[in-house]
Every structure is written in C-alpha cells, then in structure tokens.
C-alpha cells in the first residue's frame, strides 16, 4: 500500500498510506471480523462496520490479537460472535468499488472459522477469483474449524509462534517485564506472544488456573472425592473456552514440571505465584514419568468433550476419576 516503498519492496512506514494502514483506516483496507448480532439478514443484523472503531482500538493495543480478548473488549462474553451472512454481502460491495488510491484492495478477514455457513458459501466466488488488484487475506487460528470449501481455495501459509528467546526478549524489552517473569510466561505460552501477553494482562486469571491445577492435584492425590465435588462446581460455572484454556494449561503446566524433574531445575508458572502453596520440588517426585501421557490424555479429551459440547461438570467430574486414577 506504500506510495514510496524501499528498494527491497518494503514499506517506508511515513507516508499517509502507510500511515493510514498502521492505524486500520487506510481506505482500501477492509476488515471482516467475528461480531454480535451478524447472525442475520434483516436490517436489525449488524456488520463489522459498525464495530470498526472498537476493532482498531483493540488492535492498537494488542498487535498479536486473541479472539477470547476480542470478545472481553466488546463485553460479549456472554453472546455468540459470527461472520453473518450480511457482512459478506457488505464485503462483495466494498470489494466491488473502485479502490481509492487506484491500486490494490485488501480484504483481512480475521477468523474464517467464525463464518456462517451461509455467509462462507456467499463468498465461495469471490476467494476463487477474486477481481482485479484484489487480495483477500483469511486469518484463521483454527484451521480445522474452516470449511474445507475454503481452504481448497486458498493458498495456506503457516506462521509458527515467535519461539520462546523472542517472546522473552519481546516482553523484556516492550513491555518491560523483568528477566524471570519474561522467561515463565514465554514458557507457558510455549512461544506464542499473544498468549503469553494474555497471561501477563490477566495474571488473576491465570492464578484461578495455577490455583485449579493444584486442587486437582491434591484431590486426586488423596482420593478426595468430596473435594473432587467441589472442585466440579466451581470449575463447572466457567465458559466453555475458559474451561478449554485451563485444559491445556494443565497439560503445559505438566510438562513443565516433568522438565523439571528431568534437570533438577526450571521455572515452573508457580514461581510466578509465591502466594499459592506448591512445591514443585516435592510434586516433581510424585510425579512417573509413566504418569506423563495419562495426564496428556485426561487433559486432550476433556478440551475436545468441552468442545463438542459435552455437560461441563460431566467432563470434569471424568477428569477428576480419571486422575485419581492415575496416582
Ligand atoms: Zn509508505
């Protein structure tokens, strides 16, 4: 979009389109992006228009944008966010005008996972032959979610996380976290910035999480039933994804207490929380090795029954047996 590009190809980052694009509003960028109430096609059904302003503030101030983050800045926890079908019908017609600097359209659709079956088969066309100096970018965090009709019409690029050193570095360096917090986020994000900035922006989420994974751990230690049920009702008033999340942050927080059963060292994400009382020196030893993949798969199958939808409280409840087990 640059009007002065570098002799690389790369974009001067002063000119006014370049300027535009850096705070979402240039006129040939558009957005599509999973909303509130774009679940129609009457005049009532919203588009992501009317949310773009709420939409370039949330970029500006997280540049590695998680959809869960997405719903909490709009308060929509509580509803369902969709691609509708009347948002592709906005974007066949903005894709259909002219372009305003006379050079190329951009569509960045964030989460193609997120589109009404009638809205994806509405712009089936579109991302098979786009128009001239078209470009449609489909953003997808969840690539089994999108209908194969689309995938087999795009061209698939992977963006693997940054890798730990960089998302320490990164934190360290823009958000000025201190060495040690850097290097236990990083780790349990397992690379991935946006998650590990999530962890750092919502430490008491993430403690609800730390504090979770040690009660199951003592429950199913001590055969606990009564604690098992406890824990079920309180964990089986979460979300669904919030639920999912504290899954695979279990299955994370495992794995790192059996590297640090291996070296005799580590940062575990409890050095992060002095307050809650575990000892990952003492729970490393409890902990076989050939307890590692009943864990793994306690905590794989309780995200996919969370997932299909599954009574939460049943999942848990299961998980909870499950572990007992194990010890
Ligand atoms: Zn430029």
Not at 26 to 48: C, L
Not at 145 to 163: A, E, H, K
């Amino acid at each position: 979009m640059c009007d002065q590009p570098n002799p690389n190809g790369g974009a001067c980052g002063f000119c006014d389109a370049c300027v535009q694009s850096s705070l979402f509003s240039h006129p040939d960028v558009h957005f599509a992006f999973p909303i509130s109430g774009g679940d129609g096609e009457g005049a009532s059904s919203k588009t992501s228009d009317q949310y773009l302003p709420e939409f370039r503030t949330y970029l500006k101030t997280n540049p590695f944008p998680m959809f869960k983050n997405w719903i909490s800045s709009i308060s929509a926890q509580k509803k369902v966010l969709q691609i509708g079908v009347k948002e592709s019908s906005a974007v066949l017609n903005k894709l259909s005008l002219k372009s305003h600097s006379g050079k190329y359209k951009i569509l960045v659709l964030w989460l193609p996972e997120k589109l009404s079956s009638a809205a994806a088969n509405k712009l089936l066309k579109t991302i098979e032959e786009p128009n001239e100096k078209t470009v449609l970018l489909l953003i997808t965090h969840d690539l089994s979610g999108v209908l194969p009709t689309i995938i087999s019409r795009c061209l698939v690029f992977s963006i693997p996380p940054l890798g730990g050193k960089q998302v320490e570095r990164w934190l360290n360096k823009e958000r000025n976290v201190a060495p040690d917090t850097a290097r236990v986020l990083s780790k349990m994000s397992c690379g991935d910035p946006g998650l590990a900035l999530d962890y750092l922006e919502n430490r008491e989420n993430l403690k609800v999480f730390a504090e979770a994974f040690v009660s199951s751990m003592k429950i199913s230690f001590k055969k606990d039933f009564q604690g098992l049920h406890l824990w079920v009702e309180e964990l089986g008033s979460w979300g669904r994804g919030q639920t999912q999340e504290y899954f695979t942050f279990s299955s994370t927080v495992i794995s790192e207490i059996a590297k640090y059963k291996s070296m005799g060292s580590g940062e575990v994400i409890f050095d992060w929380f002095p307050e809650i009382s575990f000892k990952t020196e003492g729970f490393s030893k409890l902990l076989k090795y050939s307890y590692l993949p009943m864990f793994m798969s306690v905590f794989d199958e309780g995200k996919i029954d969370i997932g299909r939808n599954l009574n939460p409280k049943i999942v848990l409840f299961d998980a909870g047996i499950r572990m007992m087990e194990i010890f």
